[in-house]
């Protein structure tokens, strides 16, 4: 027996549970296609001012509905998760407030969003940011009670629920419910609010289902199913996604307007198709890991988790290993299988980061891809794959690499 049928022995059970948390979501997503009665007239694009899109405002109600929540906002303007979760923060905080993030410090393109200098940030519009550290990886509910009796304005908690660059485990929606529980106990009464990109679709819940008030995501990551070629998600209660909807577009228009030319098919077979394909992402981060584990090599969940969100932290000891590892991802994609992943000044990143991305959705990385800042400790954090075979395909490739 090969390495690889090995790890899917160990994994029969883990891989059962996806399958059965594929099936519930596949079930919640289908009635809400059947419920808001989607039909072909719903993909037509419009021009204009797009007064009378209704593929547009039918898409929105349709994420709010599968995410459990009020309303939802979903638009192919928004250009990726940073871009989403920046219209979302400037819609919900003025002057003088504050944004306090009890997750961490927030990955890294949103730091020049929320303190950048002179750059347009947050701070540059005088809203104040303040963070708590997380303890072992968790939310640290001590700390976080002590810092918000300290500070003043508090508008909007903020909570990241996958890792980024950092080495933790995602948070999954019973820890972010229970930060929501207790946050409220302190006497919040602002908004609650998470980023969600990783995270759609890996349980049975949403961070709405469990006293989140406002989730955002990008659709070139789970939520778009692999098949929406760019564009993000907002959906929460209904009083702050009005709020948001008039900073994407202007004060004074909000959700009236918002045209798109081309077919929103795309968008829509993307989240029918997202439950499955999540659950394809999660099998390949599982078999990766397991492999790798058996190698010696220190992963992230732990393998007797199912993990919380589509990413995994592989561990290498010098920047060769990391970078070959990266590589034959890249090697093994449909895409630019030719091409030699270099590292690289990638905007919005402090260290240079190495991307293996073959895509057909360029940067898509609910598709299968690895990167990270090419810095010690040499971690990869890899993602995706729409389906369990070319997962499998690539870490075939990995591990000839690894043991030549």
Known sequence: MNLIEKCEGKLKNKFKSIDDVAYYNQVKVLNAFEE????????????????????????????????????GIVSPHMLSGTHALTVALFGLLRPSDTLFCISGMPYDTLRGVIFG????????????????????GKIDFAATEKRYKEIKNVKVVYIQRS?????????????????????????????????????????????TDVGVDI???????????????????ICGKSKYIDLIGKRLTAPSIGLEVGSYEGSYRNFYQGLFLAPHTVAQALKTSLLIGQAMGELGYKNYPALDKVPH????????????????????????????SYVTCEPWNMPGYDDKIIMAAGTFVSGASIELSADGPVKPPYIVYFQGGLTYEHGKYALEKILKKINN
């Open 163 to 207: 890792r980024g660059y950092e080495l933790r485990d995602a948070f999954s929606c019973e820890e972010i419910g229970e930060a929501c529980k207790f946050i409220r106990r302190l006497g919040f009464k602002g908004c609650i609010f998470v980023d969600n990109c990783y995270g759609e679709f890996v349980e049975k819940a949403e961070p």
């Open 309 to 336: 969100d589509i990413t995994r932290a592989i561990e290498f000891d010098c920047a060769d290993k990391m970078v070959n590892f990266i590589r034959e991802v890249q090697y093994a994609s449909p895409i630019d």
């Open 36 to 71: 808001y009665k989607i039909a072909t007239r719903h993909f037509n694009g419009t021009t204009g001012y797009g007064y009378d899109d209704e593929g547009r405002d039918c898409l929105g109600k349709l994420y709010a509905k599968a995410f459990g929540a009020e309303s």
């Open 117 to 136: 200098k002179n750059n347009g940030s947050l701070k540059d519009f005088g809203i104040n940011f303040e963070c708590c550290d997380l303890k072992n």
């Open 215 to 233: 989730i955002v995501g990008s659709l070139i990551k789970n939520a778009g199913g692999g098949l929406a070629p760019t564009g993000g998600y």
